[in-house]
């Protein structure tokens, strides 16, 4: 399982809170050894196992089967997320009708190839997310900078909650402001320091801001502060914005699915 697609669900808006009890763990001897879950709701599922309980796998999907597919007009229906990689994981879909949906690509920024130094446009600052910011600003910048129209929605519970993640720093992550003080840029920053990496989420920029070099320096000057902490790589999205300023494939996830009737 690649975590970053994981953790940042947890304290997300659209993150079904409702069902988790659906999840399920295996242990041996008091200790974690398989889970089987799902990102942002049913529909979907993780299955995770230490190495040396990958005998577990037929199991887990039946139970992921059972608990987390979704159920319409008669019919399931599971979305299993793999790496290219999980050979094992791939053929056991593979024999039980699971058929190969989507593909997209795991990048990293590998913090040996250094840092560019870039200059923000006249006028622009950059401030961390640690002391004073406006979150009706910030709450703006992230809707629109998604592309979900002018009428903004704001719930500040929902924006504090989204900050609350055990590895979401906002002392690391980067605002830009532009001249008029509105929040152009956000880049949120998370960090696991035993695993040595750190992820981005969100990056987003309003649009009439975009492609005057923002979310590059937003970006890279938050991967420096992850790199002063020990980090010694980051993960990224999948646009073509990350290949243009150094990320690399490490991989590529895939989604395995199958439909199949009820009863």
Same mark, same amino acid.
């Given at each position: 399982? %690649?975590? +970053?697609?994981?953790?940042? *669900?947890?304290t997300?808006p ?12 295996w #242990?041996? #001897?008091g200790?974690?050894i398989?889970?089987c879950?799902?990102?942002?709701? !049913? ?7 230490n ?6 796998? &037929?199991?887990m ?6 608990e987390?597919? $979704? ?6 229906s599971l ?13 056991l879909?593979?024999?039980? /009708?699971? !058929?190969?949906?989507?593909? #997209? &690509? ?8 250094g840092f560019?130094?870039?200059i923000? &446009? ?6 961390? %997310?640690?002391?004073g910011?406006? %979150?009706?600003?910030?709450n =703006?910048? $992230? ?9 903004v929605?704001?719930?500040?519970d929902? @924006?504090?909650y989204?900050a ?8 690391? /992550? =980067?605002?830009i402001?532009? &001249? ?25 920029? +309003?649009?009439?801001?975009r ?10 000057? *938050?991967?420096? +502060?992850?790199h002063? %902490? ?7 999205? @999948?646009?073509?914005?990350?290949t243009?300023i150094g ?14 009737? #009820?009863?």
């Open positions: 399982m %690649l975590p +970053q697609f994981f953790e940042y *669900a947890h997300h659209l993150f079904n809170k409702n069902l988790t009890h659906r999840m399920t763990l #242990e041996d #001897e200790c974690i398989a889970f879950g799902y990102e942002m709701d !049913i529909g979907e599922a993780f299955l995770v196992t190495k040396k309980y990958d005998n577990l796998l &037929p199991e999907l039946r139970q992921a089967e059972a987390l597919s $979704t159920k319409k007009d008669g019919k399931c979305a299993v997320y793999v790496t290219e990689a999980q050979s094992n994981r791939i053929d879909l593979l024999q039980n /009708g699971y !058929i190969k949906t989507y593909t #997209e &690509p795991v990048r990293i920024y590998d913090y040996k190839n560019p130094k870039l923000l &446009p006249d006028g622009y600052s950059c401030i961390s %997310l640690e002391n910011i406006d %979150l009706r600003k910030l =703006r910048c $992230t809707w629109r900078g998604f592309d979900h129209g002018d009428d929605e704001y719930n500040i929902e @924006v504090r989204m609350s993640g055990p590895h979401y720093r906002p002392d690391l /992550g =980067r605002i402001i532009a &001249p008029d003080g509105e929040y152009a840029c956000f880049a949120g920053m998370w960090i696991d320091e035993t695993n040595k990496y750190a992820y981005l989420e969100p990056l987003c920029t +309003q649009p009439e801001y492609r005057i070099g923002l979310a590059r320096y937003a970006l890279t000057d *938050a991967m420096r +502060q992850t002063n %902490l020990g980090a010694e790589y980051c993960f990224g999205g @999948v646009i073509d914005f990350y243009a990320f690399e494939t490490i991989t590529n996830r895939q989604v395995w699915k199958r439909e199949w009737n #009820e009863f």
